[in-house]
């Protein structure tokens, strides 16, 4: 079974730093992408940035500028490092992988979330 496990969230003020983690574990054969999502209460989930094997890269206007998605291949790892962080980007963090446990099956994963709050 394939999981994606997050760490990293917790409480920064403004114009601190923060870097999410997310690991994918299990039986991997491959990993076609994976990205960060976020939801703010009330709000819907909105893509955050994300990461392609070829390492092709796609960010929200929103964090263009401050964010930057890296992977480590070897540890099928991707991390999200958040920079000059504003209040309105607290939010529930999603790690999200487009993963194939086989030659043969794609499957779309979702982290359990981790909490970003961002106040003085």
């Known amino acids: 079974q394939v999981q994606l496990v997050e760490s990293g969230g917790g409480l920064v003020q403004p114009g601190g730093s923060l870097r999410l983690s997310c690991a994918a574990s299990?039986?991997?054969?491959?990993?076609?992408?994976m990205g960060w999502y976020r939801q703010a209460p009330g709000e819907q989930r909105e893509l955050v940035a994300a990461i392609t094997n070829g390492d092709s890269t796609n960010y929200a206007d929103s964090v263009k500028g401050r964010f930057a998605i890296s992977r480590d291949t070897a540890k099928n790892t991707v991390y999200l490092q958040m920079n000059s962080l504003k209040p309105e980007d607290t939010a529930v963090y999603y790690c999200n992988g487009r993963v194939r446990p086989d030659p043969y099956r794609y499957l779309e994963l979702w982290g359990q979330g981790t909490l970003v709050t961002v106040s003085s």
């Open positions: 299990g039986s991997i054969f491959s990993i076609r992408a």
